[in-house]
């Protein structure tokens, strides 16, 4: 027995503290979801709405994967083409360059056979140059690109486009097609003179001209050729325009699909001249993407290899950083077009309209999540609140409910209504659902920020749960918690004082953190300004779009704080009131074995909880394209803090007697990894051990859940190796 003692006495010795660890270790991890009877493909991969497509050997395995960027969130998302089809591959995410804003273009600038980074610049275009051997690497090239007009200038179109990069003269060279920044009537051509004049391929623009083929932009579906638009038309920039150069005939020139911010077609426009000489003549419409219920505006196409058959196919999306006038269903905004014909004679055919979104949890715009036990089962169900939805005409915020149908420890979730409690007939916006304890009766209320149409601010609402076991509201009787000075801010309610009440704790879109102490009660809250700057995290355009989240990571009574903001990065902050800082570097990229910031988007929205039950803590962060990306911490596992000091001796176990010792009163369950109970309940008496004949369990991994009486709960791995 006093061997035991020694041993136990090591154990303790060697842990660390919650609050004194520095290093937390996220991977992205796979949770099964089932949509209509369907499993996704890849559920977590953070949805998809303003979509630029291009292809990149990611892998070097010779086959071109996908990079897609989202204007909406300037997030940036990799997809592996393996077998035929595209599986999320997020590690490759990281690899790509920072600060990627409004667009990007994949293209070999300098012909050595590897696509080259086009991306907006401050100051017009920036190009880093694919410097890669057997991992991605990018060097800055040129920030801005110049092209020589009636003297050196930034080669500068308007952020919002999509301008033509592409060997228009067909010399190895990439030439440059924009609409005119001042006026968007006309297009600028700017030659690439590097093969010329050096006989190898770089970057040397001119500007040839600017008015590219005598075109004249006049409105949606209306252009004029070698003459401007009427003096009545529309002649100044009234949006961004998208362009894509194509030869659809075999003639060696090229004609242009291009769309306008406004407008809901694409246009084609037929050359008739050759690719030395481009000239225009005439116009139809390409193409509608959508349907009357669903139109999709500021059409942008892509023209790539999308099923990996030797063609080209077409991808088109919209280029809207936001549906400003909420009249498209943005979980349809990705449509694949087959190329039935060949890359000489194409012939596009429509196959899907939410291509690959349909693999993935997506919800249209904004998603916003939140978990909890709502059917007392003993696991953590999903709900997903959005911007809205039009139906019928009608702009409204759905709650989705994705039920936990996994075990305790192997979750899995299945969508079960995609309109929970019918909170569409609130006819609010920008529901985000957050559940507490409001009235102390040990049941989860449901807690919602939302808006109307006609108010900028927001609302807090409640809805006091009338159940113990499943989930019972009564829509009729919500009721107004506290009004917020405006929509863009981020509300969390949590006991920051440790005085039993809820306090509120806003993330600014300024970057400010504010404390508001609640001096009232939690059904009537009276919310004081007690800090405007918490943390010290105060004003700052580093930092806007600051989104909270409040949890007991550690599960040792003290609350921590994670924080998502403009700039991608997730930040954990540890026992914040004595914080001494935030963790921010917590993804571990697998390609490189490093850790790595987040790079979730402009806005996003994080909850935690602990999925599988065994002390860590899993993270979900709802992004702007309407998805959720999914993080597990590998690194807490081991290293939680012990409620009650529960210790297991010897482990690994190889037969015979295994000890579960608690330092205070509590019952324990043992599951097998697969999540079925072995041994339902074990009462444990402070400092009393439990004696277990692990030579009755098969070989395997178990997992040990203790309960305290306080209902804290720790779980600890046991390895049975008889």
Known sequence: MKNLILQFSLTCSLFIPGPLLAQFEFTNAQIPVT?????????????????QYNVLDLN???????????????????????????????????????????WIQLRDYDCDGLNDLFTDSQQGMRVFRNTSTSSLSWELIQDPVSTLGSQIINLFFNASDIASIVDLDGDGDLDVLAYNFATGENIDYHQNMSVERTGTCGLDFVRITRNYGGISECDCGDYNF???CPANGRILHSGGKTLLSIDLDNDGDMELLT???????????????NKVSSSFDEFMEFNKPGTEANRIYFPGAYHIDLNNDGTKDLAVSTNLRASDNNDMDLSRTSFFYQNMGSNSFPDFELIETNFLQNQMIDIGEYAYPAFADYDRDGDQDLFVGNKGTNVHGNFKSKLQLFENTGSALEPSFSLITDDYQQLSALNLTDLKPQFVDLNSDNRLDLVLTGTADSDPSAKMLFLLNKSSSKFQFDITEIEVLSELSALSDHPTLADMNSDGTLDLLIGRTTGALELYENIGQNLSPDFQLANANFLNINISVDRINLVPFVFDIFRDGVQDLITTDRSGELSIYPDFNNSTGATRKILKNTLIEELQSTKLGRISWPVISDLYNTGSIDLAIGTIPGGIIFLRDTTLMSNLPNEGNLEIFPNPTSGGTTFIRSSINGTAQIFNISGKIVLSEISLSASQPFLLESTLYPNGVYVIRFISQSGKVTSRRLVVSN
């Open 259 to 273: 769309g306008e911010e406004t407008c809901d077609e694409l246009t084609l426009l037929t050359n008739t001249g």
């Open 60 to 102: 070097f395995d010779g086959t071109n994967d996908l990079v897609l960027f989202d204007r909406s969130s300037n997030r940036l998302s990799t997809y592996l083409m393996e077998d035929g089809v595209f599986s999320y591959a997020p590690e490759f995410e990281v690899l790509f360059p920072s600060n990627l804003v409004s």
């Open 35 to 51: 949509i209509e009877n369907l499993e996704l493909a890849m559920p977590w991969a953070g949805g998809l709405n303003s979509i």
């Open 226 to 228: 070698n003459e401007p």
